[in-house]
């Protein structure tokens, strides 16, 4: 059976897709000729008879690999032109933005004086009060950990929820510029330098706190420098894959 459009969760095979059984779907695994029959009221499928897919070989059966691929590479069937072109230009934008960050390295005044930290702060500061019912450690690292989380999720709840692979790519990349955002505040840690929100003082700094919990103080630079590259290399993910996406989309671009 030759599907396109996935009766249940809509998914359009993509070109992609060529390796995986025509009969199943790539993004939620069904069968369709299973699904199909057991919905269909002239041909009720009863638990007693053979399961439809008993056909495939078991070697065909999709795998989560498979799945996840489907996913973050999906594109919809049809592309608005103009829609398509503001996503080249937002990505060509963000790959600019992205490189001001890496190249600046671990700079506490080019990152803390950046539209993106103000963006960070209020999430990092709530952070601190989700994470407060899971004890003091978890509280001080709250800030930090919520302030990449958030972009992470929203990221998959583009990718799974909306179908919004391009949109994903985007948060991701916000994930990325999280990274490197908390790292000069962990690169202070054995100084203690920085402005702190509400004035607050050496007995404030979460990582400070947090390196003197876990003695640790002693490899602050290298934390810190993992952060950074951890965040680096994120954004550069999310630009390889946006640039991948826009070029699967491109194929599907309906003309004015």
């Given at each position: 059976m030759t599907v396109n459009v996935?009766?249940?969760?809509?998914?359009?095979?993509?070109?992609?897709?060529?390796?995986?059984?025509?009969?199943?779907?790539?993004?939620c695994g069904i069968v369709y000729s299973k699904f199909i029959a057991k919905h269909s009221p002239e041909n009720p499928v009863h638990?007693?008879?053979?399961?439809?897919?008993?056909?495939?070989?078991?070697?065909e059966v999709i795998t989560l690999r498979q799945q996840l691929v489907a996913a973050f590479l999906y594109i919809p069937e049809r592309i608005d032109a103009g829609a398509?072109?503001?996503?080249?230009?937002?990505?060509?934008a963000f790959a600019i933005w992205g490189g001001y960050?890496?190249?600046?390295?671990?700079?506490?005044?080019?990152?803390?004086?950046?539209?993106?930290?103000?963006?960070?702060?209020?999430?990092h500061e709530f952070g601190h009060i989700l994470f407060m019912p899971f004890g003091e450690f978890m509280m001080i690292l709250g800030g930090s950990l919520f302030q990449v989380l958030l972009p992470f999720a929203l990221m998959c709840v583009f990718v799974f929820k909306q179908r919004d692979t391009f949109a994903g790519s985007i948060t991701l990349w916000w994930c990325g510029q999280s990274f490197i955002d908390v790292s000069p505040?962990?690169?202070?840690?054995?100084?203690?330098?920085?402005?702190?929100?509400?004035?607050?003082?050496?007995?404030?700094?979460?990582w400070g706190n947090l390196?003197?919990?876990?003695?640790?103080?002693?490899?602050?630079?290298?934390?810190?420098?993992?952060?950074?590259?951890i965040g680096a290399?994120?954004?550069?993910?999310?630009?390889?894959?946006?640039?991948?996406?826009l070029k699967l989309q491109q194929k599907n671009i309906v003309p004015i």
């Open positions: 996935c009766p249940k969760c809509r998914y359009q095979r993509q070109t992609i897709d060529h390796n995986i059984h025509p009969d199943i779907c790539p993004s638990d007693s008879e053979p399961e439809a897919e008993s056909f495939i070989d078991r070697e398509f072109w503001a996503r080249v230009a937002c990505l060509i960050f890496i190249t600046g390295g671990v700079d506490w005044e080019k990152i803390g004086s950046s539209f993106m930290h103000n963006i960070n702060l209020p999430f505040y962990i690169a202070d840690a054995e100084y203690r330098a920085l402005p702190l929100v509400g004035g607050g003082g050496e007995e404030s700094h979460d390196l003197t919990m876990m003695d640790a103080l002693d490899n602050t630079q290298t934390i810190a420098n993992c952060s950074f590259g290399m994120l954004i550069i993910v999310a630009l390889v894959w946006g640039g991948w996406i």
